[in-house]
């Protein structure tokens, strides 16, 4: 059995026992939520702050990076296409 497959497993087993009590179960959950309401409360904020900075959203920024990305991508492949068409 290869290493990932029992890292899995394992994990696997660790959640069940650790979802096996109810109680447990509610209070992960719960945090879980707590959490996630945090996280967005914190999202609002700093979008609040971008704003009064004058400073373009993050998604803004998001999509910028994934254009960059997107430009680097299609210039190493147009300079694989020229390394193999130059003469040696």
Known sequence: MSFKRQL????????ERLLSDEKRAARLASAIGHVQRGKAALDRSQEHVMRALGLPPKADFKAV???LASL?????????????????
């Open 8 to 15: 899995a497993e394992g994990a696997q087993r660790a959640l």
């Open 72 to 88: 680097k991508r299609r210039m190493r492949e147009l300079n694989e296409k020229l390394e193999r068409l130059e003469p040696k």
């Open 65 to 67: 990076s994934k254009q």
